[in-house]
């Protein structure tokens, strides 16, 4: 193969896996949601119903056919955008979701406009002043934060701006609720808090380790023998060449988005996906709750292989 065309055959395979993930991913989420306990139609029916009519819905809402023919059916028309009704709200989900996913895009979007900036400049500046006093304490801050799990954060942000400091509500409310700019900042600052902290602090630690490492490379230090200056060295000579990895590492860091934002949205009750999943399992709305796992999936996976891609293209070695 030629060495030019040897990069696009990594992507098209790093492709292909990602699409036979996302597959088993599907088989996981559907079969999972299967093993739910309880039976969909004695709860819309109630514990009243008779088991005639459990055994019409049951039929109805084709519970009665065999599993691997409700997951053909599921799959296919979640290919094709159809997304199915929700058992609970006789709603089409796509409706259900819309609202509450552009919701959770702009929670996502504001927590990454505010920790990509932030952490990129921590980062640069821990790789550039590196075993300084400032290095030390960004790196004591990062590995405190990782070590600390999403749910932890946001309960300790309630403490700290909610019940200490009484600056912000406990609970979010929708940008929609919101009546003024005030309250608009008020219904994202607790979430987003909390999500910032934790991305910020993945991102910090993989942007510093990406320029330390172009640091060490025979050619800054080169520029560093003949004279260079520390910011010279690492602005125009390391961080060109770090484009790759650092945006690799900002990609891997987003994708922490994915998990942290189920658990903020339910804890500060903000009506995004993630929080209308978590309603959607204490009524056993099936359908709903697949969509929702597929949407987080699908955009996890997509995250891992954006980072994955930018690594291969970016690898001058693939390029020889």
């Not at 406009?113 to 990129?120: D, E, K």
């Not at 200490?164 to 929609?176: D, E, I, R």
Request: hydrophobic share 55%; with cysteine; charged share 10%.
């Amino acid at each position: 193969m030629a060495p030019s065309l040897l990069p696009w055959f990594y992507v098209v395979q790093r492709f292909a896996l990602a699409l036979l993930t996302l597959f088993i991913i599907s088989l996981t989420v559907f079969f999972a949601c299967q093993l739910l306990p309880g039976d969909v139609a004695e709860i819309l029916l109630g514990q009243a119903a008779t088991p005639e009519a459990v055994a019409g819905l049951r039929t109805a809402m084709g519970l009665d056919e065999p599993a691997i023919q409700q997951y053909v059916n599921w799959l296919t028309g979640f290919l094709q955008g159809d997304l199915g009704t929700s058992y609970a709200n006789r709603i089409e989900i796509s409706e259900l979701i819309g609202g509450r996913l552009v919701n959770s895009l702009k929670l996502a979007g504001i927590t990454t406009m505010i920790s990509v900036p932030v952490a990129l400049t921590l980062g640069i500046l821990a790789a550039m002043y590196r075993g300084s006093a400032l290095d030390r304490v960004i790196s004591i801050f990062t590995i405190s934060i990782i070590s600390v799990p999403e749910f932890m954060l946001a309960t300790f942000a309630v403490l700290v701006f909610a019940v200490w400091l009484g600056w912000l509500p406990a609970l979010s409310l929708s940008s929609a609720e919101a009546q003024s700019w005030g309250e608009l900042l008020k219904a994202y600052a607790m979430p987003v808090i909390s999500l910032s902290i934790g991305v910020s602090a993945q991102m910090i630690r993989m942007t510093r380790a990406a320029v330390i490492e172009t640091i060490n490379t025979p050619y800054v230090e080169m520029a560093l023998l003949k004279g260079a200056s520390r910011s010279r060295m690492v602005l125009r000579h390391a961080l060109p060449n770090a484009i790759g990895p650092i945006a690799n590492a900002v990609a891997l860091s987003l994708s922490y988005l994915v998990g942290g934002v189920i658990i903020v949205e339910t804890i500060f009750n903000y009506p995004g996906v993630a929080k209308l999943m978590v309603d959607a399992v204490a009524t056993r709305d099936l359908p709903l709750i697949q969509s929702c796992a597929m949407i987080f999936c699908v955009s996890y996976l997509s995250l891992i292989t954006l980072a994955d891609i930018v690594a291969i293209l970016s690898n001058p070695r693939l390029r020889k």
